[in-house]
Nanobody, 126 residues
Framework: QVDLVESGGGSVQAGGSLRLSCRVS????????MAWFRQPPGKEREGVAA???????EYADSVKGRFTISKDNTVNTLYLQMNSLIAEDTAMYYC????????????????????WGQGTQVTVSS
């Protein structure tokens, strides 16, 4: 069992920045692979960024060059630095964790993850 608690969401104007955090507690082996997902209003949840246990990263095309995923194992926290925010980034953001990913997965698919946080809202005004 692993618990994930997101924080750092809020309202920001277009062009601004936010940093989301996801605190991990419990059986840390279950969080070797982690990711950020988001669900815009009225749309399906989508993968934003993923990080492997070796620190390798993967990003959705829509956020490449603007978002950075990182993990600090000393404080058991996953981060998502979001820069140059646009209105289309408005969504509920969730962190997710799994002890292992499906073979061949890039980590951006929901089916890889069995542990989810409660979400944190990000609203970008233009």
């Amino acid at each position: 069992q692993v618990d994930l608690v997101e924080s750092g969401g809020g309202s920001v104007q277009a062009g601004g920045s936010l940093r989301l955090s996801c605190r991990v507690s419990g059986y840390l082996y279950s969080a070797r692979f982690m990711a950020w997902f988001r669900q815009p209003p009225g749309k399906e949840r989508e993968g934003v960024a993923a990080i492997g246990r070796d620190g390798s990263t993967e990003y959705a095309d829509s956020v490449k060059g603007r978002f950075t995923i990182s993990k600090d194992n000393t404080v058991n926290t996953l981060y998502l630095q979001m820069n140059s925010l646009i209105a289309e980034d408005t969504a509920m953001y969730y962190c997710a964790a799994t002890p292992a990913r499906l073979l061949g997965s890039n980590g951006l698919g929901e089916n890889d993850y069995g542990y989810w946080g409660q979400g944190t809202q990000v609203t970008v005004s233009s």
